[in-house]
């Protein structure tokens, strides 16, 4: 899930589906259940408008998601939203303990338990276990797995991580 201002990009409309308004859907939440929580969410077209939208139906469908809005009811209605993204406010989330949006994480400081920096998150790789934080710096790109072993620290207030790798990963993507 990526940050938009106060709001949380859920993901991106792909396509209409079938006759009736359906739409298939590419979360970028690692667990779609914060979908089903939702009655409401917001729709921004490529063009920037936002719609609020009143979410009637999720389910997964071939590696994505089909979803069904109070408002659209024809394909016609559906294509319009090719494209589009869904949105809901940040604060409508919830969250556990140690759970991070990707936003909070992308840009932060990665260090050891020395204190020597190892680079900045520069993007991160969801799997289907954890996700892999890929940390680029002067060492060059280290993959590091998201998962509490590693992951010692997480400030956000001051945009740090503190990881305690395992011998070798630094280097290993050298060739």
């Given at each position: 899930m990526w940050e938009q201002g106060p709001n949380i990009i859920l993901g991106e409309i792909l396509k209409a589906h079938g006759i009736r308004g359906w739409l298939r859907f590419r979360s970028y939440a690692h667990d779609l259940e914060v979908l089903k929580d939702l009655k409401s969410v917001?729709?921004?077209?490529r063009d920037g408008r936002a719609l609020?939208?009143?979410?009637?139906?999720?389910r997964p469908f071939k590696g994505s998601y089909l979803l069904k809005f109070?408002?659209?009811?024809?394909?016609e209605?559906?294509?319009g939203l090719k494209?589009?993204?869904?949105?809901v406010p940040k604060g409508s989330?919830?969250?556990e303990p140690g759970e991070y949006f990707w936003s909070e994480i992308i840009g932060m400081k990665v260090m050891d338990l020395t204190n020597t920096g190892l680079g900045t998150v520069?993007?991160?790789?969801?799997t289907n276990g954890h996700d892999i934080y890929v940390v680029k710096g002067e060492k060059g790109e280290i993959l590091v797995p998201a998962v509490e072993g590693i992951i010692k620290e997480v400030s956000l207030r001051e945009g740090f991580l503190i990881v305690d790798?395992?011998?070798?990963?630094?280097?290993?993507n050298e060739v």
């Open positions: 917001i729709v921004q077209s609020p939208a009143i979410l009637e139906s999720v109070g408002h659209i009811n024809t394909r209605e559906a294509e494209g589009a993204y869904v949105l989330l919830n969250r520069a993007s991160i790789i969801p790798l395992p011998k070798g990963l630094i280097g290993l």
